[in-house]
């Protein structure tokens, strides 16, 4: 088994900063993905940003300049670096790794999630 264990959400207001992290543990052979999605009411979920095991990034056009993500692959964590917030970066964010388990078993887990509201 793997958890995903989000940390970092909040309150802030229009402009600032906010770092989520999000640390895998358990079974893991290796992590190859490591995305942050969210939610926001209403809405589906969309991806936010990804990076691959070698460093690759991509951002979703809303955030790409504001937002920047990382990987520390002897840790097993990948964190977000969200600045320049917007109201509309209000949502619940969702930490996604495609992991290989120890039994060489490839899968998604998903970690439960952390709010982050941003005021104007």
């Known amino acids: 088994q793997v958890q995903l264990v989000e940390s970092g959400g909040g309150l802030v207001q229009a402009g600032g900063s906010r770092t989520l992290s999000c640390a895998a543990s358990g079974s893991i052979f290796s992590i190859n993905a490591m995305s942050w999605y969210r939610q926001a009411p209403g809405k589906q979920r969309e991806l936010v940003a990804s990076i691959g095991s070698g460093g690759s990034t991509m951002y979703a056009d809303s955030v790409k300049g504001r937002f920047t993500i990382s990987r520390d692959n002897a840790k097993n964590t990948v964190t977000l670096q969200m600045n320049s917030l917007k109201p509309e970066d209000t949502a619940v964010y969702y930490c996604?790794?495609?992991?290989?388990?120890?039994?060489?078993?490839?899968?998604?887990?998903w970690g439960q999630g952390t709010q982050v509201t941003v005021s104007s």
């Open positions: 996604y790794s495609l992991v290989t388990t120890t039994a060489r078993v490839t899968t998604r887990y």
